[in-house]
């Protein structure tokens, strides 16, 4: 039978190569085609150029398991972490793609089949959505592969948008590829809160999204016409932590095996019992998408990517503080990790060494200010009145302790709070220009380079620059 992430994965993957696909590695997180995205987030990244009629492949059918992250830019779950039992900074994608091969129908067949024979799902327990306006979708769904017409969701455009703007209408850019999407959905049980897509109670986690199917169908120029493309392309992601979770017969992808190992170990450490703590939860998923990330060569830094990972780890951090932690633990985790996800990612294996000492430096140099600064903070909540923390102070947290403007928000919505972001960037700005005059007195101008060039530091080929990672923490 299957039901670990790993006999999942590995089914995943070889039923799409029984169904001629190219079995293609993850590729790094830090995009190697595409400068204007700050993480892998979707399977389809990879394969961009291929889509675009750019780069060619030896193949017109691919699958693979992507590691993604979306934690930052345009799909940015870090907020949803520890609220919902759907959400991670970072996750596996399972994909298949077409490029101009096979289209809906083949589709649309393969993720049933896939769903119902393979993984062998009652069938009652699924329903499905398809873009308003895209009958072919709704008829193979409906005559070919006979899932019942109140099953198959219609979704238009959002409210108030503009044409084609809906979670069931992708596009590439402004431009570009795009073509509507159907999305496959699980009930997770009357018991649990939330309503089917479409309605008011959509975004709880009774009825949860697995797979979403993307056709590419058309070519949208810049005056917005829409031209259908000779050869249409598919798209295709699962997430791995929610087949997971179906396969493994727990409603929150927190309660898979790979999630229980790490939240164990991290109990452990911590000396918690309650395994459902939120903490721990959110520790769990912080330490996949740091330890992913380094391993890629993204460094902590003041900007771009390497500030999106030292607010992760700092968050995580935070989060081991408040359960009370007495000394390093985060790095720790690291061997935990390892042990669940080592023999998928060997490449996670190789860079262990550089990894935990790195997020063992970040809990150093973050340890030396978080009790101070969750003091003054204590105290700003004491003296507050009303629920939102002035700008100021937001920005004092950050100027002198460390804090990003997210980690004080994620303590103040804990306390039901929430933070002036506007008044944070006005002290942020005014920072800045005194920064910029004082600078022309001969600052001194090494820390700054030093983290600017740290960020700089090739995202782009995994070898070369895991070997100065290496130097650089030669002892
Ligand atoms: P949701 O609506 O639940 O946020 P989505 O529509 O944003 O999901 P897609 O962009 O369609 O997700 O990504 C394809 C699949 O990847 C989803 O159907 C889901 O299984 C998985 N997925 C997306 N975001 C996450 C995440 N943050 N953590 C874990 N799995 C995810
Ligand atoms: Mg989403
Ligand atoms: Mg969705
Ligand atoms: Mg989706």
């Keep these: 039978m ?39 987030n979707a399977g389809m990244v990879p394969f961009k150029d291929v889509f675009l009629g750019a780069e060619k492949r030896s193949y017109t059918r691919a699958t693979s398991s992507q590691r993604c992250v979306r934690a930052g830019g345009k799909h940015n779950d870090l907020e949803n972490v520890g609220y919902t039992a759907r959400h991670h900074t970072f996750f596996e994608m399972l994909g298949n793609f077409s490029f101009g091969d096979y289209f809906k ?23 499905v959505t398809v873009y308003e306006t895209d009958q072919e979708a709704f008829d193979i769904w409906n ?12 979704i238009g455009d959002k409210h108030g948008a503009k044409q084609y703007d809906s979670d069931n209408f992708w596009s590439m850019g402004d431009t570009g590829p795009c073509g509507p999407c159907s999305e496959i959905f699980y009930d997770h049980g009357e ?12 975004d709880g986690d009774r009825f949860i999204e697995i797979w979403n199917l993307v056709f590419m169908q058309f070519n949208r120029h810049a005056d917005g016409t829409m031209e259908p493309l000779p050869k249409p392309s598919v798209d295709t992601g699962m997430g791995l932590e929610r087949i997971s979770a179906i396969m493994q017969d727990v409603h929150s ?9 790490l939240i164990g170990a991290a109990a452990n450490l911590l000396a918690c019992d309650d395994l459902e703590n939120k903490s721990l939860r959110v520790i769990a998923d912080h330490i996949r998408s740091c330890s992913f990330m380094i391993a890629d060569g993204v460094m902590p830094s003041n900007e771009g990517r390497g500030y999106v990972l030292r607010r992760i ?11 009370g932690a007495k000394d390093f633990f985060f790095h720790k985790l690291v061997a935990a990790l390892i042990e669940q996800m080592g023999e998928a990612y060997p490449e996670l294996v190789q860079q262990q060494a550089v990894v935990e000492k790195m ?50 928000a994620d303590i103040a919505r804990e306390r039901q709070l929430r933070i ?3 008044g944070f960037d006005v002290a942020m700005g005014l920072q800045r220009e005194r920064a910029q005059q004082a600078s022309q007195f001969g600052t001194d101008y090494n820390e700054q380079l030093k983290s600017e060039k740290l960020t700089q530091f090739k995202g782009y080929t995994n070898h070369e620059y895991s070997s100065t990672v290496v130097e650089l923490f030669k002892e």
Excluded: C
């Excluded at 083949?106 to 327990?125: G, H, S």
């Design 253 to 261: 992808n927190y309660e898979i095996d790979i999630f229980q190992g």
């Design 191 to 202: 018991h649990i809160w939330g309503g089917p897509p479409g309605s008011p109670e959509e």
């Design 313 to 323: 780890i700092r968050r995580a951090i935070r989060h081991g503080h408040k359960l």
């Design 143 to 154: 005559k070919e592969v006979g899932v019942p017409a109140e099953k198959i969701i219609r």
């Design 359 to 408: 997020l063992r430096i970040e809990e150093e140099q973050f340890g030396r200010t978080l009790d101070r600064g969750m003091a003054l903070l204590e105290d700003i909540i004491a003296n507050m009145t009303g629920d939102v923390i002035n700008g100021d102070d937001v920005f004092k947290l950050y100027d002198t302790y460390g804090f990003p403007a997210d980690l004080t």
């Design 2 to 40: 299957i039901r670990s992430s790993a006999e999942i994965r590995k089914a995943f993957l070889n039923y799409f190569a029984s169904k001629q696909h190219q079995i293609v590695q993850s590729a790094s997180l830090v995009p190697g085609n595409d400068a204007t995205l700050l993480f892998t």
């Design 420 to 422: 002036d972001h506007n």
């Design 105 to 127: 129908q083949d589709a649309i067949k393969y993720a049933w089949q896939f769903l119902t024979e393979v993984l062998a799902l009652p069938t009652e327990k699924l329903l």
